[in-house]
């Protein structure tokens, strides 16, 4: 069965850095589109950065371009995301997610990904 299982959240201060990382299983890691998604409470589940099976296109959402960064390392089955300069409006429960279909193109929408980790919370306090 697919797991994703995030790792590295936890409590910084503004200005501080996190890096999660993802790690897959039980899906061939290297053909689906990863995104990191994140959600407050009583808000939707929206994307944070996406990257393509090859690694080779990422999309980022307004509010991280130029202080996250999305990447990938197919041999070990691990998707990373890089954040610096952290905000306090970055507080939220951070996702791993993976595309439904492989070899996709990149998608930014929650209902496009079929399989989900558990999450790991971020809090950045000011």
């Known amino acids: 069965q697919v797991q994703l299982v995030e790792s590295g959240g936890g409590l910084v201060q503004a200005g501080g850095s996190l890096r999660l990382s993802c790690a897959a299983s039980?899906?061939?890691?290297?053909?689906?589109?990863m995104g990191w998604f994140r959600q407050t409470p009583g808000k939707e589940r929206d994307l944070v950065a996406a990257?393509?099976?090859?690694?080779?296109?990422?999309n980022y959402a307004d509010s991280v371009k130029g202080r996250f960064t999305i990447s990938r390392d197919n041999a070990v089955n691990t998707v990373y995301l890089q954040m610096n300069n952290l905000k306090p409006e970055d507080t939220a429960v951070y996702y791993c997610?993976?595309?439904?279909?492989?070899?996709?193109?990149?998608?930014?929408?929650?209902?496009?990904?079929?399989?989900w980790g558990q999450g790991t919370q971020v809090t950045v306090s000011s």
């Open positions: 039980g899906l061939t890691f290297s053909t689906y589109t």
């Open positions: 997610a993976a595309d439904r279909n492989h070899y996709g193109v990149i998608v930014t929408t929650a209902d496009k990904y079929g399989y």
């Open positions: 990257i393509s099976w090859n690694g080779a296109r990422t």
